[in-house]
């Protein structure tokens, strides 16, 4: 278990972050609403070090100021249009494998 590598997403609010972290079998490790701050985000994560996280999926609409704080930060987050990332899903949904996990918050 020291070596499972997990995923985040990232729904960015002005006031108010929700963080929801998944394992490789795309369980849910741990939902939590947090203050849409570095400090608040990263302690929602559980994150000691960047290495357990394999990426960090925000909505392209998100706070670009945070996104830059967090990757200064060291952690691996990634920027994704939710409808375009859908449509894509929806298109290739029978062709990815069971490992490959993509989280995006609709």
């Given at each position: 278990m020291a070596?499972?590598?997990?995923?985040a997403?990232l729904?960015l609010?002005?006031r108010?972050t929700?963080v929801?972290?998944?394992?490789?079998?795309?369980?849910?490790?741990r939902?939590?609403?947090?203050?849409t701050?570095v400090?608040?985000?990263t302690k929602?994560?559980?994150v000691?070090?960047?290495?357990?996280?394999?990426l960090i999926?925000?909505e392209?609409?998100?706070?670009t100021?945070?996104?830059?704080k967090?990757?200064e930060?060291?952690l691996?987050v990634?920027?994704f249009?939710?409808r375009?990332?859908?449509?894509?899903?929806?298109?290739r949904?029978n062709?990815l494998?069971?490992s490959?996990t993509?989280l995006v918050?609709?």
């Open positions: 070596n499972e590598i997990f995923w997403g729904d609010g002005q108010q929700h929801c972290v998944i394992d490789d079998a795309g369980s849910a490790v939902e939590e609403i947090c203050e701050s400090g608040a985000i929602a994560l559980g000691t070090d960047g290495q357990r996280l394999g999926a925000a392209a609409s998100s706070d100021h945070i996104v830059r967090l990757r930060f060291g691996p990634a920027i249009e939710a375009k990332s859908s449509r894509f899903l929806a298109i949904r062709k494998a069971t490959a993509v918050i609709l």
